[in-house]
């Protein structure tokens, strides 16, 4: 499986960005997709994730409320609405996918750079 993100960029805080993730390859394999954020000095942390199948999701409780996770099955893409955004939520903002093939497996997007200025 193999990850591609786009829709990052600078926006004023209180503004909007829509992230999407398109996923090709094995995508019928894919249990949950999510995207997780890592801003400098320190550790990469989820954000927001949604199955496949059911379209179940979880969101960390900093972004509740304001940032919005969906999938498109018949496009194989995710995307992050981020609403209110706030200068903490700057970060590189990664796509993520979790697969059967053999044996569970990762994929992760190459990153997508997310600044909100003050």
């Known amino acids: 499986v193999q990850l591609v993100e786009s829709g990052g960029g600078l926006v004023q805080a209180g503004g909007s960005l829509r992230l999407s993730c398109a996923a090709s390859g094995s995508t019928f394999s894919i249990n949950t997709m999510g995207w997780y954020r890592q801003a400098p000095g320190t550790q990469r942390e989820l954000v927001a994730s949604?199955?496949?199948?059911?379209?179940?999701?979880n969101y960390a409780d900093s972004v509740k409320g304001r940032f919005t996770i969906s999938r498109d099955n018949t496009k194989n893409t995710m995307y992050l609405q981020m609403n209110s955004l706030k200068p903490e939520d700057t970060a590189v903002y990664y796509c993520n996918a979790q697969y059967y093939s053999g044996g569970y497996s990762t994929s992760w997007g190459q990153g997508t750079q997310v600044t909100v200025s003050s």
């Open positions: 949604i199955t496949r199948l059911s379209g179940r999701t």
